[in-house]
């Protein structure tokens, strides 16, 4: 599907609120930034000793300082919403604190809880979930996002999303990201006293694209991160399992903006890698390269579309020397056996995530055990199976919090949608469905679902 503008790929991609325009008339929001960004937010470092904290443990506790974002410019009217800076553990084992913001509903079910990923895809702290979900701080969370996490609001469920990368933004990091997310559970089911929710309340994970990176990571560590946790399950899709195919995929085009943020997310984890990739880098060049560690995503899409990210190194093989390979390899989804029962979708013709290595990774957790339902859609495109899988998932995941039992075992599906079915409407209702009828390009307005 080659049929979408760049504008309207910018902006599925990161849903960016501020480039909102169905018409194609972006007009853009104006932003208040009452807020300081993370970097300058003193909320965002750690007392001194948290490092003997366990993983997990609440370090700091905020009511949200300014309301959520909505869609458009509303903002949203929810029960509560607070945000923990928390303990958890990076990819070299070091204790380091990253923030979660937790989200109650009016008439909220203190004993569901979705833990929420969001893309970020990006490799500064200013594009962080924590922040981006706020009318006063940057306000660019994504639309996407936006719905996903309003559909389980609208059921009652708690809802739960980290700033996954941590403190240094390390995007496709999966050790780092994996951890976050568990170590999010774990604190925001220690909230009790504050939101409400119950710490025995049942768990269940998503997240989408960059957001399944951080799911799946989350799935495989979790039998050895944190065997205390109880989860009922995680569904993802376009899930990354090969970081290293994404770039090999997306360099050249439309995408391209995603292999400067993910080389220096990766840099920024892995000091040793951070020196040699600066080593590399063409002296003409370097500025406009790191720009990619202080900007989000949509402003690197923009940036470096159509572009070959090695030509800003003078070898072009840089990502080939062993130090890059093996912080490329330990980003290598596979090596460690989710229990909890997952399902899974993506679309063949993925252009951003190739679908091979997540179906290789699919095979390898089920010829080990796991329990898995597998979606592979034949039409849809990566962003397009975002909005479309959306409902199935979704779904799925209201089966496992209301306790209906999974049966063992791996199963494959196969899908051709382009297209939202009514089904969606039943599982969203009507606003919902009408965004996402949006964000695939339908004319806002009433619609027939005929
Ligand atoms: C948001 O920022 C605007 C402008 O700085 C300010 O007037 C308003 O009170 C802020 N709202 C909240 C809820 O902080
Ligand atoms: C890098 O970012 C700066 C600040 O946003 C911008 O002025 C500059 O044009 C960017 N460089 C490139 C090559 O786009
Ligand atoms: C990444 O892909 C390139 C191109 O196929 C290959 O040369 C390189 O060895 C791969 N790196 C890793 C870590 O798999
Ligand atoms: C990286 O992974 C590939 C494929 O799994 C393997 O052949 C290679 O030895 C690994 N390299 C390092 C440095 O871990
Ligand atoms: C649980 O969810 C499934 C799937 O949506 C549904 O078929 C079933 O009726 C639900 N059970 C309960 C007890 O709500």
């Not at 300058?40 to 948290?50: H, I, K, L, V």
């Not at 080939?320 to 460690?336: E, F, K, L, T």
């Not at 699919?362 to 975002?386: M, N, P, R, W």
Request: charged share 10%; hydrophobic share 40%; proline share 6%.
């Amino acid at each position: 599907m080659h049929t979408l503008s760049f504008g309207r790929i910018v902006y599925a991609l990161t849903f960016v609120t501020v480039l909102l325009s169905a018409a194609g008339s972006a007009k853009a929001v104006p932003v208040r930034r009452s807020e300081p960004p993370p970097q300058d937010d003193p909320f965002y470092t750690p007392p001194s000793g948290f490092q003997s904290s366990a993983p997990g443990t609440i370090l700091k506790t905020r009511v949200m300082p300014s309301p959520l974002v909505g869609l458009s410019s509303f903002t949203e009217n929810v029960a509560g919403a607070w945000q923990f800076l928390y303990r958890t553990t990076d990819a070299l084992g070091n204790a380091i604190a990253t923030v979660t913001t937790l989200i109650e509903p009016h008439n909220a079910d203190p004993t569901k809880l979705l833990q929420y990923q969001i893309a970020e895809d990006s490799a500064s702290q200013q594009c962080a979930p924590s922040y981006e979900l706020q009318s006063n701080g940057s306000g660019t969370a994504s639309v996407l996002d936006v719905l996903m996490m309003d559909a389980a609001l609208n059921r009652g469920w708690y809802v739960a999303t980290a700033d996954y990368e941590g403190p240094n933004s390390v995007f496709t990091c999966g050790l780092t990201s994996g951890q976050g997310v568990l170590d999010s559970i774990r604190a925001v089911l220690s909230s009790t006293s504050t939101s409400g929710l119950k710490s025995s309340a049942g768990v269940v994970m998503w997240g989408y694209s960059g957001g399944a990176l951080a799911t799946g990571w989350a799935a495989e560590l979790q039998p050895t991160y944190a065997p205390d946790l109880k989860l009922l399950g995680a569904a993802m899709g376009g899930t990354p399992a090969d970081v290293n195919a994404t770039v090999n995929a997306v360099n050249g085009g439309l995408f391209a903006g995603l292999i400067p943020a993910g080389i220096l997310g990766l840099a920024q984890q892995y000091p040793d890698l951070n020196t040699y990739i600066q080593s590399q880098l063409i002296p003409s060049k370097a500025a406009a390269f790191n720009n990619a560690s202080k900007q989000c995503a949509a402003a690197d899409l923009q940036q470096f579309a159509n572009q070959n990210i090695f030509s800003y190194f003078s070898n072009p093989n840089v990502m080939n020397a062993p130090v890059a390979i093996q912080a490329i390899n330990a980003s290598h989804m596979g090596s460690y056996q989710p229990k909890i029962p997952l399902w899974m979708y993506h679309a063949v013709h993925d252009e951003v995530v190739p679908f091979a290595p997540a179906l290789a990774v699919v095979k390898k957790y089920c010829s080990e055990g796991s329990t898995i339902t597998f979606t592979q859609d034949e039409i849809s495109d990566h962003i397009i199976l975002a909005i479309t899988g959306a409902a199935d998932a979704f779904n799925w995941l209201v089966a496992r919090l209301n306790g209906t039992a999974v049966t063992p075992g791996c199963t494959t599906r196969t899908t051709a949608t382009s297209i939202l079915d009514s089904g969606a409407l039943v599982t969203f209702g009507s606003i919902i469905f009408n965004g996402l009828q949006s964000l695939l390009g339908r004319p806002v307005g009433p619609t027939s679902i005929s």
